[in-house]
């Protein structure tokens, strides 16, 4: 099969590899009709994650079954599903507990951006999407598979609430994803931290109330002056960086929240300043299985287009220009055809 695959820093080739097949009875194996560029998949990209030369890259993809295991009972060949980046069995003790990302019989897609998919625990993790999804449909069905759920999580994590003030850090999918989780639960005020015009546009579309432009402490200050000096009740950060949550925790208000959800890459916690003004951390890899239902909902009743982070569409085949193009913020998402 046609597959994306990484052999150095900014090296991303698409070659013929094996197709993958079934390994444990719980597996099935996807014929890809989506898959997508993440923001995390930069990291590799840029030299900041250890790269394995020649290996497959890509978590986030839908397509249609190809091939279940003898132990598979809820799906079959030709359903359309969802596949959630991170595998699970939904039903082990951390499951039970919302934590689908922790499962005991974890493990991970890794190559959605190819024509077929490996998917383990194939019950606990598939979503069928009850056919093909409509063309209007199609890109924010394949953000369910990581980035809106990943926003999602900043959201629950940091404790946005109906009424309440919530601040955005980072502009990339999963951000502006979290600015629409804000949206949908009510929030307020949405401070969105953009430098972007584009990207602007579409956190404005989603619900931002504020555009704050600046970083560091700049933008610390402003973000302080849009709440009176007060700070917000939830921030979400959707970066990584030290920067982005230093930014994150600083325009906290005593006894708020941060959901992070940014990989870390430099982070250190400033523990002093959470424990004098009460601030809550939590978060972490996005347990997607676990509000998969709730937000399929949410798209096929077309009360949410998370689509629209996906502002470049290429074949498999330009996979390296779509890497070009996030890396170079030439495009926020990449969404790739085989």
């Not at 077309?302 to 996979?319: W, Y």
């Amino acid at each position: 099969m046609r597959a994306t695959t990484i052999h150095a820093a900014r090296d991303i080739r698409v070659e013929d590899v094996d197709v993958p097949v079934l390994k444990k009875p719980t597996d099935a194996i996807i014929k890809v009709t989506a898959g997508c560029i993440c923001g995390s998949d930069l990291w590799p990209y840029r030299g900041e994650n250890p790269i394995r030369p020649g290996a497959t890259i890509g978590h986030e993809c839908i397509g249609i079954v190809e091939e279940v295991g003898s132990e598979v009972r809820d799906f079959a060949a030709g359903d359309h599903v969802i596949v959630p980046f991170c595998h699970c069995d939904n039903t082990c003790a951390h499951c039970r507990a919302g934590a689908q990302s922790a499962c005991v019989n974890l493990s991970m897609t890794s190559s959605g951006q190819a024509e077929y998919a490996r998917v383990g625990q194939a019950d606990g993790s598939l979503v069928a999407t009850g056919g093909a999804p409509p063309a209007d449909l199609l890109a924010s069905v394949l953000s369910l598979t990581d980035v809106m759920p990943t926003g999602w999580h900043a959201a629950v994590c940091a404790g946005v609430r109906k009424g309440g003030t919530a601040v955005v850090v980072g502009d990339g999918a999963v951000g502006l994803c979290g600015v629409l989780a804000a949206s949908v639960m009510g929030a307020e005020r949405i401070i969105a931290m953009s430098r972007h015009e584009s990207r602007q546009d579409i956190a404005r579309a989603f619900g931002a109330t504020h555009i704050v432009s600046t970083r560091g402490e700049e933008g610390i200050e402003e973000v302080l002056a849009l709440t009176d000096g007060v700070g917000v009740d939830a921030a979400l950060e959707c970066v990584g960086t030290d920067q982005a949550m230093s930014t994150a925790i600083g325009v906290t208000r005593p006894g708020g929240g941060v959901g992070f959800v940014g990989v870390p890459h430099g982070v250190e916690l400033p523990v002093g300043t959470l424990f004098a003004k009460n601030i809550g951390l939590r978060g972490g890899v996005a347990p997607v299985r676990r509000y998969l239902p709730e937000l399929l909902a949410l798209v096929q009743d077309r009360a949410i287009d998370p689509g629209r982070v996906f502002d470049l569409v290429l074949p498999l085949e330009q996979a390296a220009e779509g890497y070009r193009a996030m890396d170079e913020r030439r495009a926020i998402k990449v969404m790739l055809t085989p």
